[in-house]
Nanobody, 118 residues
Framework: QVQLVESGGGLAQNGGSLRLSCTAS????????MGWYRQKPGEERDLVAT??????TNYADSVKGRFTISRDNDNTVSLQMDDLKPEDTAVYSC?????????????WGRGTQVTISS
């Protein structure tokens, strides 16, 4: 089992910045990717940014140029969010995908609320 704990959400103004962090603990091995997803009210959860273990990154078009994902160490992934907009308001959840000889596993954090005021 892997546990993911997010931190850094909160309230920011239009054009402001926030930094989210996610730390994994437990059986953290054979990690294929870590990343962030978000869910806006009344919508499905969507990809924000992911980083594969070879450092390849993938961003949603809506955040390209504004958000930056980074791996601080083997167990921590961060999301620097700049030039925030009210439409970025959502619950942001950390995601970890693990590939083992016994199968592929996916884990989610509980999520952290990000609210951007106009």
């Amino acid at each position: 089992q892997v546990q993911l704990v997010e931190s850094g959400g909160g309230l920011a103004q239009n054009g402001g910045s926030l930094r989210l962090s996610c730390t994994a603990s437990g059986n953290v091995f054979n990690v294929n990717s870590m990343g962030w997803y978000r869910q806006k009210p009344g919508e499905e959860r969507d990809l924000v940014a992911t980083m594969v273990t070879n450092s390849q990154t993938n961003y949603a078009d809506s955040v390209k140029g504004r958000f930056t994902i980074s791996r601080d160490n083997d167990n921590t992934v961060s999301l620097q969010m700049d030039d925030l907009k009210p439409e970025d308001t959502a619950v942001y959840s950390c995601n970890l995908r693990q590939r083992t000889a016994h199968g592929n596993y996916e884990y989610w954090g509980r999520g952290t609320q990000v609210t951007i005021s106009s």
